[in-house]
């Protein structure tokens, strides 16, 4: 004997509705059907003139379990056939007719059991074989009442089924509320940082605003990954907050902090590159200074890339001096020239940092060759170990852009 298995479909989760649960219910219909056509059974023994058989008692009893038995066909045959009112004219009509050519087969098989099962004891009872013609007979007097009965468990079915559908989604619903409310908090937490921090504030605005975006998409998966990745920029920088300088490799992890954000924004459309000498990597550089320098190349140089982004960051020892290099292959000279090319804030910021840490020794420059790329480079004295331990109680600005 085949076997359905109870569950409900839902598009939101696809787990299986409670078996045990639905099993109840299924009882607690056919237990009120049962009683209501008990006391149906019971008047007309008590105004019929012949006496009531225990074949009739055993009948009434099979009939309705076997009812309650192949609920879990009536139940498949509701999912195999959705009677969905918003389905077109024609494939209503014919879902109707599916439905009440399974209700005959169903109801033709059911009575031809209860035949089999009782013409025994019948026969037992009476000494006459049961006729077969009371198959067709029986048939008859159930089908009208057996179809509005059949219709009766798909319209529950579909009652449980939107009913599971519902719940489900108002938990996923709360669900997504209490994310985006914790997202928020810890967005509201980052923004808090980035201030005290004065990182750039149009960094931490676009950022926010990527994450915002990515929550009103559902993406709910990479809104967290932008949250984390931010979260872990503001801690190594807040680890820091004293320093005025840092050994190259650590500014380098702040930096590649920062671009784990970009890249859960541009995804496969950016590429970075590294190429740092083993021999930089003790060097102490200012806290931070590499960052804006970033930014300026994926804000102003490869934004409006579609596909093929690239930046590629570099530090060499030169003689006694630091080399540091961001290439971006982006929009390149002209359309970007008055935003890079010499006084906006950023530039100008970048370099009274510069200039208070290495007066007239540390160099800021670029290059941007005919077309595409531009390479923003960074001449640095190599300062002894020890000025990477140097505290400062009033901090130099950190605001770029």
Known sequence: MNRFQLNVPDQTSGLPYSTKRIWHYIAGFWIVQAGITLVE????????????????WVQWVLHWLLWMLLTPFLIYMAQRFPMDIRAIRWGLVRTILIHLLAFSVLTFLLRSAEYLLIKPLYYWETGKDLSWNNIPKWFVEEYSWGTTLYLLVLVLYNIFLYDNRYQRLEKQ???TELTNSQLKAQLTDAQLQAL????????????????????????????IDMVTALSDLLRGV?????DNFLRLREELKLTQQYLAIQQIRFQDRLQIEYDIDPRAEDSPVPQLILQPLVENAVTHGIADLTDGARIRIAARRVDDCLLLEVFDNGVGNQPRKKRVGGNGLGLSNTRSRLHQAYGERARLTFVQPPGNGTTVALTLPCLSDSVTTTKNNEPVPLTHY
């Open 196 to 223: 005290k921090m004065q990182l750039n504030p149009h960094f931490l605005f676009n950022t926010h605003h990527a994450i915002v975006s990515l929550m009103l998409q559902h993406d709910n998966r990479r809104a």
């Open 41 to 56: 059974f019971t008047l007309r023994i008590g105004i019929s003139p012949y006496p009531m058989l225990w074949a009739g």
């Open 173 to 175: 619903h709360l669900a």
């Open 238 to 242: 807040l680890a820091h907050q004293d």
